[in-house]
């Protein structure tokens, strides 16, 4: 089962609904920016997931002026969606998105960067608190001639790094419109323009957003990072 957990709400949300699961999809995650964010929607979502026979999840991207500024909008939102994005590419606002289990994703750590805006250190605080590095098939779309070069060059680096600290990956569409939403077939042929093989493309559509999803539902019972919760449960 393929999902996407990057669609951007707005005022075409059941044509995008509509086209998702025509491509193939089975799940989606509807994304909201953290400048304009709604809680009310969220019930209109559950409408939706009945009526369209998919799984439609809550999500929030959140763009920081600064680390202390991302810190009180992780604690204000987190509880509120079953997705929280980070908006990456500096610095500091990546070490910081890395470094806290509370992000699901950060996407575009390269954003506006020479480089791919992971390294090393970077890479092994995503991977112990399994923050997934998004590969945003929008901004390959909408680059052109050297910058899609450039971007190609950049999710490389990413994948090289990948492939030494397992970090999660997920590929997403950041779709705003119907024109940005592919087939998860058409997604892996794309992916591998740039060295991504098959099974880790397939992945990052499958395994990589069931597991945020997981524990996304299982985070009320978390005590600490690794430590649940399990006598509420059983009770």
Request: charged content about 30%; glycine content about 4%.
């Amino acid at each position: 089962m393929y999902y996407d957990l990057n669609l951007k709400f707005n005022n075409n949300l059941e044509e995008l609904l509509n086209e998702s699961r025509r491509l193939g999809f089975s799940g989606v995650a509807i994304i909201q920016s953290s400048k304009k964010f709604k809680k009310d929607y969220i019930h209109d979502l559950k409408e939706f997931k009945v009526a369209k026979q998919m799984d439609i999840y809550s999500g929030v991207e959140i763009a920081a002026r600064s680390v202390n500024d991302l810190k009180k909008k992780i604690s204000s939102l987190r509880k509120k969606v079953d997705v929280l994005i980070v908006q990456g590419g500096r610095v500091k606002i990546n070490r910081a998105a890395c470094e806290d289990p509370r992000v699901d994703i950060i996407s575009q750590p390269n954003k506006k960067r020479r480089d791919c805006g992971l390294n090393h250190i970077l890479s092994k605080e995503a991977a112990k608190n399994q923050v997934a590095v998004e590969i945003n098939i929008n901004s390959i779309l909408q680059s052109r001639y050297s910058y899609r070069s450039k971007l190609f060059s950049q999710y490389r680096d990413i994948l090289k790094l990948h492939e030494k600290f397992k970090f999660p990956i997920i590929i997403t569409s950041a779709g705003t419109s119907i024109y940005d939403l592919r087939k998860p077939r058409d997604i892996i042929r794309l992916t591998q323009c740039f060295g991504m093989k098959k099974h880790d493309s397939v992945n990052s559509m499958t395994n990589s957003p069931t597991n945020i999803l997981k524990r996304s539902k299982i985070r009320p019972e978390m005590i600490v990072n690794g430590v649940r919760d399990i006598c509420t449960t059983d009770n």
